[in-house]
Every structure is written in structure tokens, then in C-alpha cells.
């Protein structure tokens, strides 16, 4: 499993990585980012992408 | 020498630039299954950082530096990587394969990756000297800036785009006396955004005591030894401590001239990110990423463009990882390059409590429109020219805006 973190002080909620893995992040109807804390290995690909792409860097992913 | 497409070769991929672009490609290549030595030849003496913060956060908050803005390196880069910085590339050599370096030492490479990016255009007129004069793309320069924001400052910005508007809102919240944008143009971000959304942009800064004086430039400044007094074309003069000069930025491409390939306004590139030379043939082992790279996006035309986005640089540096991996396999990289490069660019700014994004490229527009909201509220504007959705522009409402990138798609065969 990868773990994922978005630190919530940093994050401004562009909601760039909801295109790039939105099985893990989506954007509530208050425009807010909620997401999941875990996802399956094989979504790692899609996961590093939506870190690449967050503008304020707020999200790290560690593999359990 | 060695032969270039066998692992006999023992030449680094030579990155120049040590960029988010050129970072990107890294991690590309080596998710792609290259493992081979990498070398960073960086201008600045910091590895790569994120510079989105250097406008907001890092320029309002005291003590922050690189460790708040570096990109983690990931592990993949941790072996066989080898980081050359604080020295800028002074000339290219394709037939050699090597580049040198401002101290006269040669780097030479297997293949090259080109990310050395923009450097804001310098103070227009003469600046006699004077200190006091600011500009913002690196990370010095933000630290520098920050120490000169103090507050009760006379703070003056030459240029309305998405700096100089970032900068007036910093500038607003950290306290300065005065704060005035000095543009040619007729309404501050006219040309990114259209004179709908750049008008209320204009009126949000005016409601924070920014003052704007479009039309109009710089004539002469006035101090010893610091900048005192900033006189303008119209004739005003200013009071003036802080003067920021944000009128756009030029490619960092002059090491490139006498190489044969085509500079002219960043480094022309084919679909795979390839370098393309002044008589129109292909360097295979020569790419450009990010905002130094000009490019065709079948999304719009087919006109070549340097496009300074967010999400280009990762977007470049994943398509030109993936094609210079396979051309270091020996690969045939032609399905790779023939496949539409297409990325949806994406950008934001947040000025007071105004998030402003957007998707496409809005200033190919020939007219806007409010289709959701107001624009004194939270509204979505789209953007055409002709008859062809070519952006979106929103402030707030991002879930809304979020679901238009599903309506760019690059157009199937003919491209």
C-alpha cells in the first residue's frame, strides 16, 4: 500500500491533482480537497504525479 | 570516441539547468528505465525549488528559504546523479557533444537536456546605479525583495502581468505606505486574461490602496544611493523606496548561439521535445524542457510557442524523459514522438482572498464571457477565439473550472 499526506497547512486546494489521480483526491462541493490516506501500489505512477503537479508541494506518499 | 547508442558510453545525460523541468526529466529518464550517470549544471547554487511561493508565501514570511521550497529529491536520484551548481553554461558544441561551462571547464555529454529557463527583463531605462531596484524569479531574488518590503515602504511595480499583480498584493498585506503599478497596458492583465476579469482584478487592488497607472512608464528615477523618486512618462512622480521591474522575461539562450540550433525565442523543439536546428533537422540527443522550450500544441495550432505555466515543465519533462530513454536504448522513438503532445496548460494566482484558475491558453482569445457567477463574487469566464473554446478562467468556483479539461482534447488524426 502507499500511504498518502497532504499537509493541510500548506495545501491551497488548486485541486491539480485531482485530474492526475482522482480515484484518491476530489474537490467537495465547498471547492475543499478531500482524499484518501491509502491506495493500492499500482496507482504509484498516477499518485507521483499528482505530487509532481501540487503547486504548494503538500503532498508526500510513502510506500508500506 | 565512443559510440553514442552503446552502453560503452560512458558520458552523463548533460542537464543544464537546475530546474523543476530539468528535475522532471530526471526522474522520467530513470522511470523509464535508465540508470546511466546524470549530471546537473546549474547557474544557482541551489538545487531545484518550487517558485510558485516566491511571489506569496517565501516573500511574506521571514526566515523562509530553500528548505521550504526545494523539491525532494526522489531515491531513484540518489545514485548516479552528480550536481554541478553554481555555474552557468557559457557555449554548446553539438559535434563534440560538449558544453563549457562560464569557468572554461568542459562537460561532455551522451545527450543533452536543455532547462535553462527565463530571466526577467531588465529596468527599461537607465538605473543610473541606484540601488533599491528588485526583480523576482529566483529564490535570492525573493529573499532579497522580502528584505526590502518593509513595512511603511514606498513600494512601486513596473508591469501588471501575474508577478507584479502577486507582488502588489504581498506588498499591500506587508504593510507599505504606498503601493503603485506603473503599465503599458490599459488594464492589468488585459493580455492574460481578457479587460473583463483584468478590470475586477484591477478593482479588488484598488480596494486594498493600490494605485494603478496604466498607459504610462517609467521616465526617470530620482536618489542617491538608493532609489528615492520614480518619474513617469505621463509626468507623475512617485515617492519610491522598493522598485520592481516585472515586465516579462527573456529565454536564457545566449550560451546556445553559434550551436545551429534555432534560439530565436527559446530553443524550437519537435513533438518528442528534440532539438530542432536553424536549417530544420533533428538532434536526437538534444532536448528542451520547460520555459526555455518552444513547441507546437495540437490543442490550439500548430503555431510554435514558449508557454511559462505551471504544469509545462513536469508535462515537458515526462515527454522528453520518455523519449530520450528510448533513444538511449536504441529504440525507435518515432511512435513515441508521433503521438499528439498536447498538454492542457494550467495556471493560478492568488492575490488577497481572490483565487484566480485557469485552463488553456486564454490570451489566444479574441473575446471573453461570463458564463457562471459574478464577477464582483466568484464567476467562470470562458474564453474563444472564433467560434473555439481555447480557456477558462475562474474566480473561485475551481470545481466548476476543474471540469473543463475534459472539453480539450487534441483533435484525432490530421495532426
Known sequence: MIKIDVDMNKCQHYGQCVFEAPEVFQLNADDKLEYQAEAPDEMLGDLEAAADVCPMQAITLMRE | MTDPMTDADDRPVLIVGASMAGLRTAENLRRAGYAGPITFL???????????????????????????????????????????????????????????????????????????????????????GLTGIHVLRTLDDAVALRQALRPGANVVILGSGFIGCEIAATAAKAGAATVSVVSQSRIPLERAIGPQLGAEVRRRHEAHGVRFFCENGLFGLVGDPSVERVILTSGVMLECDVLVVAIGSDANTEWLEGSGLDASDGVLVNGG???????????????????????PNPLFDEVARRVEHWNLPTETGKRAGQVLAAHLRGDDCAPIIEAPFAPLPSFWSDQYDMHLLAFGMTYLADRSEVVAGTLEDECVVEFFRGDELVGVCGIGMRGAVQGYRSRFTPPVAAR
Open chain 2, 273 to 295: 521535445l528534440q532539438a530542432v536546428r536553424a536549417d530544420g533537422t533533428v538532434l536526437e540527443n538534444v532536448y528542451a524542457v520547460g520555459d526555455v522550450a518552444r513547441y
Open chain 2, 42 to 128: 546549474g547557474a544557482e547554487p541551489h538545487a531545484p525549488y518550487n517558485r510558485p511561493p516566491l511571489s506569496k508565501e517565501l516573500l511574506q514570511t521571514e526566515g523562509q528559504g530553500h528548505e521550504d521550497v526545494a523539491f525532494p529529491i526522489r531515491s531513484a536520484l540518489e545514485e548516479n546523479v552528480e550536481w554541478v551548481l553554481g555555474r552557468a553554461a557559457a557555449s554548446l558544441d553539438t559535434e563534440r557533444q560538449v558544453v563549457v561551462d562560464e569557468t572554461g571547464a568542459e562537460h561532455p555529454y551522451r545527450a543533452l537536456v536543455i532547462a535553462t529557463g527565463l530571466r526577467p527583463k531588465p529596468l527599461p531605462i537607465d538605473d543610473h
